[in-house]
């Protein structure tokens, strides 16, 4: 069964929304945090955010990259995209505590930046690759 064209360009641009999503709450977010410890109570993100990130980026990432391989052929942004996946997976067990780490909360924001930008270049590498043909 083939998908229609418009849905793997529109999961790609999902997953680049939660790409960004991702990367808003893990650099900018602790920086503003860091900058005005005050707001802290008033911008805490639920405990869960991690989670639904994550159980949102895993369909994106899989409907775009399966559109954009079966467009293209290369194999680059799938693996990039699911080391991405794999990365925010460890961020969110880093997080929930299921993985101890000495700095746990380092941890958290080291996986999890770094799968955001991985997934966030799978993404952006589907889309330039997708459109070239």
Avoid: K, Q, Y
Wanted: some cysteine.
């Amino acid at each position: 069964m083939s998908l229609p064209a418009a849905r793997p360009r529109l999961a790609d641009l999902t997953g680049l929304a939660l790409s960004a999503t991702c990367l808003v709450h893990c650099l900018a977010l602790p920086m503003l945090l860091l900058l005005a410890p005050a707001l802290g109570h008033w911008i805490a993100l639920p405990e869960w955010t991690h989670a639904a990130i994550l159980l949102l980026a895993l369909p994106a990432a899989a409907v775009a990259m399966r559109g954009g391989w079966r467009r293209h052929g290369h194999m680059a942004p799938p693996l990039t995209a699911a080391a991405g996946l794999v990365l925010l997976a460890l961020g969110l067990a880093a997080h929930e505590g299921w993985i101890v780490f000495a700095d746990a909360a380092a941890a958290d924001r080291l996986f999890t930046s770094a799968g955001a930008l991985g997934l966030t270049g799978a993404h952006l590498a589907n889309w330039r690759l997708s459109h070239r043909h």
